[in-house]
């Protein structure tokens, strides 16, 4: 049963959202929740994971997921389930892009479908943002953590500093202060 749900709601996920992995987080935190797979804090944990781990981020969580809930074999078909829409998909658009991208209907499907991508990501910002808040009221040092919370915002959205680097200074900082 654990199989059917996991290719269920991860071949739906891949199915229904564009805009890729961030897109894809609101609806993989409410399958995960749903099923009770993950706790919204475990789920916060995975979005950290899936971000320092190459590849992209819904295919990551996908199998990090499928792992925990059903080993190997759960993080196999988890991952398999999500990519497969896509790859139908860009093959079949592959198909037939060249001649029909200039079309009107085409043009205006993706001026309807852009609003959507952002309000996806946005959601799942939003999301995020509440269960690792909700994970922070039990901790310690909850001032620091909004404080390298804070700080990365800034930085990266206003400053442009380099994810890479500062993923890796706020582990250091991580480590030696909690």
């Given at each position: 049963?654990?199989?059917?749900?996991?290719?269920?709601a991860f071949f739906k996920i891949g199915l229904f959202t564009?805009?890729?992995?961030?897109?894809?987080?609101?609806?993989?935190?409410?399958?995960?929740?749903?099923?009770?797979?993950?706790?919204?804090?475990?789920?916060?944990?995975?979005?950290?994971?899936?971000?320092?781990?190459?590849?992209?981020?819904?295919?990551?969580?996908?199998?990090?997921?499928?792992?925990?809930?059903?080993?190997?074999?759960?993080?196999?078909?988890?991952?398999?389930?999500?990519v497969l829409p896509s790859l139908i998909s860009v093959f079949?658009?592959?198909?037939?892009?060249?001649?029909?991208?200039?079309?009107?209907?085409?043009?205006d499907m993706f001026k309807g479908i852009r609003p959507v991508?952002?309000?996806?990501?946005?959601?799942?910002?939003?999301?995020?943002?509440?269960?690792?808040?909700?994970?922070?009221?039990?901790?310690?040092?909850?001032?620091?953590?909004?404080?390298?919370?804070?700080?990365?915002?800034?930085?990266?959205?206003?400053?442009?500093?380099?994810?890479?680097?500062?993923?890796?200074?706020?582990?250091?900082?991580?480590?030696?202060?909690?």
């Open positions: 049963m654990i199989y059917v749900q996991l290719f269920g564009l805009g890729g992995g961030y897109a894809m987080l609101a609806l993989i935190r409410q399958d995960i929740i749903r099923y009770g797979w993950l706790t919204p804090a475990e789920f916060v944990d995975i979005v950290g994971i899936a971000e320092m781990t190459p590849g992209p981020i819904a295919v990551n969580a996908a199998t990090f997921v499928g792992y925990r809930s059903a080993g190997l074999a759960g993080a196999l078909l988890a991952t398999s389930a999500v079949i658009i592959s198909r037939v892009w060249e001649r029909y991208k200039t079309s009107q209907m085409v043009q991508v952002v309000g996806l990501v946005g959601a799942a910002a939003i999301q995020v943002g509440a269960s690792t808040l909700q994970v922070l009221t039990s901790l310690s040092h909850q001032g620091m953590t909004l404080l390298l919370a804070a700080a990365t915002f800034y930085g990266v959205a206003f400053k442009k500093w380099d994810p890479i680097k500062v993923l890796a200074g706020c582990a250091l900082i991580g480590l030696f202060i909690f």
